[in-house]
């Protein structure tokens, strides 16, 4: 059983992905600033206590203020669009080291299910089909519109799957220790 609930989780996260490169160009690029503006500038970069809404209700008799307050809201949006498209393309290679860092996790969680006492050749032919997966994932958004498949995107890929096979190396490393004392 729990081979199943492991490939299902691999295969899950192998489509996820997919689906996630068969976007259009547009739709991608959107929801990617999007993520960026209302994670990364709105919460870390620019935090702010006041709403739009609060500056909308300022009262009639300071209409010279709120004219001001929208002068530094059209600043603060220039700003924003500039800090947007500053970290929009690092968001986007973080978010490829992600994914094939849960990626390899998943794909070593199954293979160690499968190949068993070969711990060495289970990390080469997981590291191995993760690369290659990402390979064929590039080849795949050149064929989608308004995408482009590009090499650095494979090499970002392999960044997170290195990243995750260490992890578990570790991980495996540090419970093979604590095994070893409870004996």
């Known amino acids: 059983m729990k081979k ?13 992905i997919f689906n996630f ?32 809404e609060d500056v909308v209700s300022i009262d009639k008799q300071e209409s010279f203020k709120k004219n001001e307050l929208n002068k530094e809201e059209k600043v603060k949006k220039q700003r924003m669009n500039r800090l947007v498209g500053k970290y929009d393309d690092a968001i986007r290679k973080l978010a490829h080291v992600l994914e094939y860092f849960v990626l390899i996790l998943l794909m070593m969680n199954f293979i160690f299910q499968v190949i068993e006492n070969k711990k060495f050749m289970c990390y080469v032919i997981g ?4 690369i290659l997966y990402a390979g064929l994932d590039e080849l795949h958004q050149s064929h989608v519109s308004g995408r482009n498949g590009q090499a650095i995107d494979v090499l970002v890929d392999s960044v997170g799957i290195v990243i995750g096979a260490v992890v578990m190396i570790v991980v495996q490393w540090i419970r093979g220790k604590l095994r070893k004392e409870k004996v």
């Not at 590291?127 to 993760?130: D, E, G, K, S, T």
């Open 21 to 52: 490169s068969a976007m259009n160009g547009e739709v991608s690029h959107v929801k990617s600033r999007k993520i960026v503006k209302s994670v990364i500038v709105n919460r870390i970069v620019i935090p702010t206590t006041e709403t739009t």
């Open 127 to 130: 590291i191995v089909l993760c």
């Open 4 to 16: 199943i609930i492991s490939l299902v989780l691999l295969l899950f996260w192998m489509i996820l």
